[in-house]
């Protein structure tokens, strides 16, 4: 018998998580929670409030399925409650991603269809690498961080926490990304970003208000 899931917010993202838990079968989702009902496939079990009665039903793991486009610590205020209540967040991993033997998943994360986690890489907890996105090998990421789709992190590339990679951007060897930045769609980054740096273009640079 499959263990049970609930899937926390149930928007497009959700959609590609959940597409992955059912592909992989490790899984029963039982249900979703949102502020609203969104009248998807799934059951709609109520809002955050209802967690604690959902854990208590005996739906003990728990996934989420909002995504995160820089700038928003909500993902860090719900993985605090929830885990707060005992749910366990397991690692979603689509069956068509590759990922190294020796690489680490943090819980929480969510691998996507036809992504590439190579070898000695370290994602941390509650991240996001999305679809086709490649982290090569020795890479460090960040917990809450977000490699968007296609994005490219060439070896030993060190990202920190809450950052984004976005969507078809390449980082060069050797590189660190500091924490709460931001990379810009389609940059090239070829020398370190500070913290708290939102960097766009080719060479990616320091975007000023």
Known sequence: MMEKIVVIGYG???KSVIDSIEAAGEYEIVGYTDTEDKRGALRYLGTDDELGSIFSSGVHNAVFGLGYMGKSRLRDKLYENVKSIGFALPAIIDPSAVIALDATIGEGTFVGK??????DSHIGKMCIINTGAIVEHENKIGDFSHIA???VLCGN??????C???ANSTVIQGLTIGEGSIIGAGSVVLSNIKENITAVGTPAKEKRD
């Open 114 to 119: 036809r992504a590439v986690v190579n070898a």
């Open 157 to 162: 590339v060190n990202v920190g926490c809450h």
């Open 149 to 151: 789709v296609g994005a």
């Open 12 to 14: 497009g993202h959700a």
């Open 164 to 166: 984004l990679i976005g």
